[in-house]
């Protein structure tokens, strides 16, 4: 039989699913988008509102400030910072070539948060000149470069020979996050009263401090990140063979490697200076798309930043709503959902893996 | 052609190999024999290019150690010995993950055609993960295939290395992929292939290089290098070489041989 010029369905062929899926979680994110503009504490009604502006009709001040300043930078939060934790989580899956590597688990997200410290209470020793120039920012960087040295730490300890061990990332991990956890202490020892407070609101771990000033110091870490993902994908699907077998079939792995660690620390480390620790995201979303339409990068990356950012946006909703008036930290939220998933996980592969 | 000369190999301050030489023709099937830890695997790796090795080494006339690694993808694929994967890839997708670029209906093509070829029509769409040893070998022998689909491209040989291809695979299986070795010799490529089996070995190879403690005994034609003197040498056991009439070389393990010691 000839070939078909457009044989596209070939069994075990599922980007077609992945494609439609991407389709899907993008409606799907809209609708999500819609719901969380519409919630929230003051009882402004999105459709009533629209039907004004559709009518020519001027809105309240009071609506326009709940929209524009709260909401919306909120939800622009909520979707950035969930893209970043997915992307993060299935691109730190893939260098450790390992379903269980996520940022928060293995001491990556800690090793952010205690860059992050860093910044917050001894970022005014600083010269001032140096101070100006990274202002606002410093935060988020320290974040960064806590979370790449951490990253990289981690890598060099858990793979040997392009192979990585699950035992040794999972311990190595818990060393680094206990490290991290140390040298915060100290440092939070060190802070005096107005740099404690500025910790406790940091420490918080939630959208709700979420503005268009916040969202400006994380964006120019994370959209870069999301945008290295499509120049990893190859990359990452490649590496699932092995380093040797990577470069066998001509891939320059060294490369891949650094970016990959780029891209992971400076999504971990903005989305944990602005929004402090938000667990399972990273694990939870890849794990699930790897069921649904298959491991291959070229589609799990797109589709985790949409399916992260629905999740982390749904999550936000229910913090905000089930002890109203006032709102739980997201970060209990998704891990209260999350890690019965990740524990799922482990019983799925205890049998198959060298844990 | 292939080429290395006085290719000296130091992994972990331990010499491996001791400035051995080792060549193989387009055209041709080579092996490469001797006993667990001789070096046939450093040896393998070193001459595709992926651990650090002195001495020079040329593929088709390029310094391997100074082309890029999709250059060198474009002209060579390597079965390593064992291939571990991390993700449930089906079995399309694993061959696809040889292919160099974009997806097109030719190259969908090609992945199922080296499937038929290594004998795995209709395992298209089972979980990688969930197939037997000496099937993940066979698929990993079709993505090796794809990748160097063509034999000779752009009137230039291309070239398979080949760790242990057989090693877990039934003497039917065993004999469909040397037979797919040999063929892709015999259509002008280049066939390197680390072997066990000595009997395979003189039934498809052209050219054999027997190692021993990280030096190269001999290579030259089975007839030539598969004799009593080196095997014994070789593998620390009496071997009795012995050749049927009007069949070409054949060996027999000897029990008896390791009483005789
Ligand atoms: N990365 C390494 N570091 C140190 N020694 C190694 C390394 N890789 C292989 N060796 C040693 O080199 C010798 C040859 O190994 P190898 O080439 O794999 O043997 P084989 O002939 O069985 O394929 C063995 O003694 C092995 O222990
Ligand atoms: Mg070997």
């Given at each position: 039989m000839v070939a078909l010029p457009f044989a596209r369905s070939m069994p075990g062929d599922r980007s077609a699913r992945a494609a439609m899926l991407f389709w899907v979680l993008l409606a799907a994110l809209g609708l999500t988008a819609l719901l969380s503009v519409g919630t929230?504490?003051?009882?402004?009604?999105v459709p009533q509102v629209l039907g004004d502006l559709w009518a020519g009709q001027p809105i309240s001040t009071r609506d326009r400030v709940v929209l524009l300043d709260i909401r919306l930078p909120r939800l622009a939060m909520g979707v950035l910072i969930g893209a970043a934790l997915a992307v993060s989580g299935a691109v730190m899956q893939g260098l450790f070539r390992n379903p269980l590597a996520d940022p928060g688990i293995v001491g990556v997200g800690a090793g952010a948060g205690l860059g992050a410290v860093f910044a917050i209470v001894l970022g005014g020793l600083l010269p001032a000149s140096v101070a100006a120039v990274a202002g606002n920012h410093l935060v988020s960087l320290a974040a960064f470069l806590g979370g790449w040295a951490s990253t990289l730490l981690l890598y060099r300890v858990a793979t040997r020979r392009g192979q990585t061990s699950v035992a040794t990332m999972l311990l190595a991990g818990i060393a680094l996050g206990a490290l991290a956890g140390a040298v915060t202490g100290i440092l939070v020892y060190l802070a005096d009263d107005r740099q404690l407070r500025d910790l406790t609101f940091w420490g918080m771990g939630s959208l709700a401090g979420a503005s268009w000033a916040k969202l400006l110091t994380a964006a120019p870490l994370i959209l870069p990140a999301l945008a290295l993902a499509p120049l990893l994908a190859r990359g990452l699907n490649g590496l699932a063979l092995g380093e040797a077998a990577a470069g066998h079939i001509g891939l320059p792995v060294q490369r891949i490697k650094l970016l990959a660690i780029l891209a992971v620390a400076a999504a971990t480390g903005a989305s944990v200076a602005v929004a402090g620790g938000i667990g399972f995201i990273g694990i939870v979303v890849p794990h699930l798309l790897r069921l649904a339409?298959?491991?291959?990068?070229?589609w799990l990356l797109p589709n985790a930043a949409l399916l992260g950012a629905i999740l982390l946006v749904l999550a936000d909703i229910i913090a905000r709503l089930v002890v109203a008036p006032a709102e739980l930290p997201i970060g209990i939220v998704t891990a209260t959902l999350g890690a019965p998933v990740f524990l799922w996980i482990l019983l799925r592969r205890r049998g198959m893996m060298d844990l | 052609m292939l080429t290395a000369t006085t290719l000296t190999v130091t992994l972990s301050h331990t010499t491996?190999?001791?400035?051995v030489n080792f060549t193989a023709r387009p055209g041709a099937l080579t092996a490469i024999v001797g006993p667990n830890g001789s070096g046939k695997t450093t040896l393998l790796r070193a001459v595709t290019g992926e651990i650090p090795s002195t001495g020079p080494v040329t593929l088709n006339g390029h310094d391997i150690r100074r082309a890029k690694a999709w250059e060198l993808a474009a002209i060579r694929a390597v079965l390593p010995q064992a291939t571990p994967l991390a993700f449930p890839f089906t079995v399309v997708e694993v061959v696809r993950l040889g292919l160099a670029s974009g997806i097109d209906a030719a190259r969908h093509g090609i992945a199922a055609q080296a499937l038929a070829r290594c004998g795995l029509q209709g395992y298209e769409g089972r979980l990688y993960q969930e197939l037997s040893g000496g099937q993940q070998q066979r698929v990993q022998l079709a993505r090796v295939l794809a990748q160097v689909w063509q034999p000779v491209a752009q009137g230039h040989p291309r070239w398979l290395f080949l760790d242990e291809p057989v090693s877990s695979l039934d003497i039917g299986h065993q004999l469909l992929v040397m037979q797919i070795a040999r063929d892709f010799a015999d259509a002008g490529g280049g066939v390197v292939a680390v072997m066990h089996d000595l009997n395979l070995t003189a039934m498809f190879a052209d050219s054999v290089a027997l190692i021993a403690e990280g030096r190269v005994l001999g290579q030259g034609t089975p007839a030539a290098v598969l004799t009593d003197g080196l095997l014994t040498q070789a593998y620390r056991c009496r071997v009795r070489v012995n050749t049927p009439p009007a069949a070409g070389t054949w060996l027999l393990p000897h029990a008896a041989s390791l009483a005789a010691e």
């Open positions: 929230g504490a003051s009882g402004v009604s339409s298959g491991p291959d990068h070229r | 491996i190999l001791h400035g």
